[in-house]
């Protein structure tokens, strides 16, 4: 009797097994491959951590300087309308797909911002811009259990998921396009054209989500970013 008493003791206190509270992919396949090594770069920084009830997960805290030797590449990145190549270019969608899995999971959003020019591996108002030091992504968990996030590759996939032991309210995401903007064309020289730059439009969205009975929206307006053709 005692052996059985204790063994069912044991299996009161076990606990509840890991459920998915929050999950988000997103594809490298067509990213450079410096965009790629700095995405899995900074992937590897946040895989794991726990975050306990109450605490506040900052991406650029986490993660670090993304630098030469902390082993990132210089990659694309959009800077002032035109592509530039900069030590952790590709590290924004690593920060994007943390802020869609903490979207779904609803942990409260304690900093996001938009880029400039709306970047082309999310859906325009679900991407989260991050420059260190100064410009952040932070997530809280509001809830009363810990969280622990996973952040992996898988095949040419980034997947990002938050991992809990109690279901949380349940969560509704939407996105409402509010306008869109063609490029124009900006023309340089005479002659054969060649294209150095080939645009990207512009828009306007609201973003809203309800996690249980809390609804809250987050507006952004993206930059029309002009095609450039140059003379040869």
Known sequence: VGALTLLLGAAAVRPAPEIVVGRFVTRLSDREAGQKVNALRAAERLNGIVLAPGQTLSF????????????????????????????????CQTSTALFNASLAAGLDIVERHAHHYAPTYVAPGRDAAVAFPNIDLQVRNAGSSP????????????????????????????????????????????GRMRVTNPGKPGFEVVTQRRVGNVVESWHDNYAVMNRVELGQ
Do not use: C, H, I, K
């Open 60 to 91: 650029n805290q986490t993660v670090g300087s993304w630098s030469r030797d902390q082993g990132y590449r210089r990659a694309p990145v959009s800077f002032s309308g035109q592509m530039v190549r900069a030590w952790g270019g590709g590290v």
């Open 147 to 190: 969280l622990r996030l996973q952040v992996e590759a898988q095949g040419d996939r980034l997947v990002v998921t938050w991992w809990g032991r109690v279901a949380g309210p349940p969560v509704a995401l939407s996105t409402r396009m509010v306008s869109g903007r063609a490029p124009g064309t900006l023309r340089l020289g005479s």
